[in-house]
């Protein structure tokens, strides 16, 4: 399965809208989803590394040949 740079962003808002509200539902809720959306963040964060990585030895790969 392909990663697209839509994907990530998409991940990237869902984390935000966790976070917001899980801060806001907080004192109701009996687990913390302000800590699923910043491991969303993380995972948005590390798939675009990767994604950076990949393109970079893709364009290494060109170059050399």
Do not use: H, K, R, Y
């Amino acid at each position: 399965m392909a990663v697209s740079g839509e994907d990530i962003v998409e991940l990237g808002i869902a984390g935000v809208v966790l976070i917001l509200l899980g801060s806001a539902l907080a004192p109701i809720l009996p687990f913390n989803f302000a800590a699923i959306g910043w491991l969303m963040i993380a995972l948005a964060v590390f798939l675009a590394l990767a994604m950076v990585v990949v393109g970079a030895a893709q364009v290494l790969d060109a170059i050399s040949g």
